[in-house]
Antibody, heavy 119, light 107 residues
Framework: QLQLQESGPGLVKPSETLSLICTVS??????????WGWVRQSPGKGLEWIGS???????YYNPSLKSRVTISVDTSKNQFSLRLTSLTAADTAIYYC???????????WGQGTRVTVSS | SYELTQPPSVSVSPGQTATITCSGH??????VHWYRQEPGRSPVLIIY???KRPSGIPDRFSGSISGDTATLTISGTQTEDEADYYC??????????FGGGTKMTVL
């Protein structure tokens, strides 16, 4: 059974950079049918897609976040990561990592990690 | 930017049928997926590719699409079906797009 687990700091300061890691277990990250993505949810709000990456190439980012986001994949550790720069309070959210199948849906999700941006 | 529009809330009585819509320009030419999110929990896929159910999802949940509107139908609604429901589709310009979510109340 595929499982995803987010890890990272719960509190970051404004203007700093957020780095989160998603560890994948129960299956290889180097899968030809999978994209690996990040989705966030601000308090009391809906789901917002951040970006998705194929293990050895194609990467897609939300146009509204593209200038601040980088998603990377580390096949040796079966992990993928999110880097979000120039943080503001508006980036306070629960961040989920998820697997997106080639056909378009997110079929496995991590439990989410809460990130607060505050000085 | 591409948008998917859902009603903010729906209410249904136990045992009745609930319908949640999701509309977007050209949605009929895309695959629509649906997620359920209980309070404090991660989203769970309940319908993919308009009408397919993942294993383990009861057949009370069904999906359909007509024109540019997709519909999630929950029959025989139970109190534990109280949750937020989101639709999602892929747009060639904006990539993944989620609807704003619908809070379903069973009372």
């Amino acid at each position: 059974q595929l499982q995803l687990q987010e890890s990272g700091p719960g509190l970051v300061k404004p203007s700093e950079t957020l780095s989160l890691i998603c560890t994948v277990s129960g299956g290889p990250i180097s899968s030809d049918i999978s994209y690996w993505g990040w989705v966030r949810q601000s308090p009391g709000k809906g789901l917002e897609w951040i970006g998705s990456k194929f293990y050895n190439g194609n990467t897609y980012y939300n146009p509204s976040l593209k200038s601040r986001v980088t998603i990377s994949v580390d096949t040796s550790k079966n992990q993928f990561s999110l880097r979000l720069t120039s943080l503001t309070a508006a980036d306070t959210a629960i961040y989920y990592c998820a697997r997106r199948l080639n056909v378009g849906h997110f079929d496995h999700w991590g439990q989410g990690t809460r990130v607060t941006v505050s000085s | 930017s591409y948008e998917l529009t859902q009603p903010p809330s729906v209410s249904v009585s136990p045992g009745q049928t609930a319908t949640i819509t999701c509309s977007g320009h050209g949605l009929g030419r895309k695959f629509v997926h649906w997620y359920r999110q209980e309070p404090g929990r991660s989203p769970v896929l309940i319908i993919y590719e308009d009408k397919k159910r993942p294993s383990g999802i009861p057949d009370r949940f069904s999906g359909s699409i007509s024109g540019d509107t997709a519909t999630l139908t929950i029959s025989g609604t139970q109190t534990e079906d109280e949750a937020d429901y989101y639709c999602q589709a892929w747009d060639s310009v904006n990539a993944e797009v989620f609807g704003g979510g619908t809070k379903m109340t069973v009372l």
